[in-house]
């Protein structure tokens, strides 16, 4: 899933301060699971603002609305009239449905209300973990199922560098090297062979350095 | 001509002797004078001396600049070049800058993350691996080709080095590690600095058992100490350092000058030992911020003169 | 004031620990936006007398309510 972080509360006041009137909008996918941004979230939300706004002697008005997914648009059609009603939009979804929601309604002001972080998952409850970072030329059969692109903090194709240490990453200790782990499940795999061999530089033409990509599927299109 | 320039360093290992580095680190700033002064401290008492590139991930003068700097000296520089800020596009551009200005040592590091430095709201590239800067290096050498396959109009003919951290984790994976950047084109290795000799011993054995000292010139980090908070620092604040107890109490007894004397001991017992390991072809000395230090220790190891060929 | 079930006797196995742990995350919030997070307390069943003693004890301290006051102000 998309993990993403509810902004801080100072942060989002700031943001809302030219509008009286807002519809705070939940997406009910990604952003549910991590906590940040799903029907709860958004209805606490609602209320911690106008209890933050309250104290300085403001009223904010706040309409809570959760659609299923913001990043597509048969479900954010659902939120046109509260959008029409309301002066801005705080969106909790991702970046990308913040922005799918831009593209759709071009006169209103849509602003984000969490940042967006990783692709990751629920490692254990209350824990999410980075596993995925899109390169889009996946290599996880070569490192065992953990990925080095992502989850070493040094990108090694041949690692690990000379900072592991009790397997641990040398930028904090808790990080795990990911190196460590590589070696430690592909030697319980009996493969440990195959790591010997010369992993040669990464094609990034796939990756976000290669530029914004898209994805068509001729067999969708009408 | 530039080009005539040879790596001594080079000579001094393939000639079978045993080489001595030592280490420079830039300054923060652009007082090329820096430089000089550490320059002329190690000139003759080394046969190359390193150029951290941006080390402990903090903003540096460059090392290809230093590095020209001790040419002009007549001081034959490594230069060593991390992957954490410059895609391979820079790097293999530096390269050849750097072959055409004289320099004929390269040392291929990952680098230190930049979490760690001085900049830390920086982005990192780490667009290849040091392995990977290896064979890029290594092709530009032998087959005049850089990564694209481009045949380049004359080949930097580098004497490629790697470093090697025989403490840190995990070590059985150290001697494979070792191998890759062997056969990925590491001619030298230098390694982090020793203080636990019986650690090391192992991983030369694990090296030799390997055939790997055959194949690479290895070279064993020396750094003497000043003071016991010295000892501690690097036992807890420095990435993938192997302090031992016995060394921090050994510097625990003494204070003042009487420090300096005893991490000078150590550093000369640590050589001492050094030498007679199998495999073991050199030292490096790194004196961080105290090169001041280098020649008495060369010259007290017994290691003096060095060849001026 | 927030009372849970006592320690072990909860019908759905951990519902009052998850009820404490959410109150700690609302105290969180209110101290965020500066309404103070002792004005709302976790109780468990069997410890309701010492709880509802502190909770009065730092009620004291804290005076009226700042949304009230807030709200009078703006008139």
């Known amino acids: 899933m998309i993990v993403a972080k ?14 009286p009137k807002v519809l705070i909008l939940g997406c009910g996918t990604c952003v549910k699971t991590c906590f940040a941004g799903g029907e709860d979230e958004a209805a606490t939300l609602g209320a911690v603002l106008r209890l933050a706004f309250g104290q300085e002697g403001k009223s904010i008005k706040t309409e809570e609305l959760t659609v299923e997914r913001q990043c597509e648009d048969a479900f954010i059609q659902e939120a046109a009239q509260a959008v029409g009603r309301n002066q801005a939009v705080l969106s909790l979804a991702c970046g990308a449905g913040v922005q799918a929601m831009a593209r759709r309604f071009g006169k209103a002001v849509i602003l984000p209300g969490v940042n967006t972080t990783f692709m990751g998952v629920l490692e254990k409850p209350g ?57 430690d499940h592909m030697t319980a795999l009996g493969q440990l062979e195959d790591l010997k061999r010369y992993i040669p530089a990464k094609d990034w033409r796939p990756s976000l350095s290669g530029g914004p990509r898209h994805l068509i599927r001729e067999d969708h299109v009408i | 001509m530039k080009s005539d320039v040879q790596s001594r360093l080079k000579s001094v290992l393939t000639g079978g002797g045993f080489a001595v580095t030592a280490e420079c680190g830039p300054p923060r700033g652009a ?33 290809l600049a230093a590095c020209l700097h001790l040419l002009e000296l007549g001081v034959e520089p490594v230069m060593q070049m991390v992957t954490r800020d410059r895609n391979r596009i820079a790097l293999q551009s530096d390269i050849m800058g750097a072959y055409s200005l004289g320099i004929r040592n ?96 192992e991983w030369m054995r694990m090296a030799c058992e390997e055939g790997l000292t055959e194949k690479v010139y290895i070279m064993a980090g020396i750094t003497p100490l000043k003071s016991a908070k010295m000892a501690q620092f690097m036992a807890t604040k420095v990435a993938g350092m192997d302090m031992p107890e016995s060394v921090i109490k050994r510097m625990s007894g003494v204070t003042g000058s009487a420090a300096v004397e005893e991490g000078q001991k150590i550093a000369l017992e640590t050589i001492a030992e050094l030498r007679i390991i199998p495999g073991v072809r050199g030292i490096h000395i790194m004196a961080i911020e105290a090169e001041e230090r280098v020649p008495e220790l060369v010259r007290a190891a017994g290691l003096l003169p060095r060849s001026q060929k | 004031m927030v009372i849970g079930c006592p320690s072990g006797k909860c019908k759905r196995i951990d519902g009052n620990v998850r009820a404490a742990k959410r109150v700690a995350w609302v105290q969180k919030l209110l101290d965020e936006i500066g309404l103070g997070g002792k ?37």
């Open chain 1, 127 to 183: 824990l999410f973990t980075e596993e995925c970072s899109g390169c889009g030329d996946c290599e996880l059969d070569t490192f065992g199922g953990i990925c080095p692109v992502t989850r070493c903090s040094k990108r090694l194709m041949n690692g690990p560098c000379g900072g592991s240490k009790n397997g641990k990453c040398e930028i904090s200790p808790d990080t795990d090297c990911a190196w460590q782990l590589i070696i």
């Open chain 1, 6 to 19: 509810q902004k801080p509360i100072a942060e989002i006041k700031e943001m809302l301060r030219p509008y």
């Open chain 3, 39 to 75: 004005r709302l307390i976790y109780a468990s069943g069997d410890e309701t007398d010492a709880v509802i003693t502190l909770l009065l004890k730092d009620l004291a301290g804290l005076g009226p309510n700042p949304v009230d006051k807030g709200a009078a102000k703006a008139k």
């Open chain 2, 31 to 63: 007082n090329a004078n820096v430089i000089y002064k550490k320059g002329e401290l190690l000139k003759g008492c080394v046969d190359a001396v390193n150029v951290t590139d941006n080390q402990t991930a903090v903003v540096r003068m460059s090392s």
């Open chain 2, 106 to 201: 390269l040392l291929c590091l990952s680098g230190d993350h930049q979490s760690l430095g001085s900049q830390p709201e920086a982005m990192n590239v780490f667009d290849i691996d040091s392995v990977n800067l290896l064979h890029a290096v290594r092709t530009m050498r032998d087959e005049g080709e850089d990564m694209s396959g481009f045949t380049l109009n004359d080949a930097p003919k580098m004497f490629i080095g790697a470093a090697e951290n025989p403490f840190a984790d995990p070590l059985a994976y150290r001697v494979v590690r070792l191998a890759k950047k062997i056969a990925a084109g590491a001619d030298f290795i230098q390694t982090q600095c020793v203080f636990n000799l019986p650690r090391f011993k």
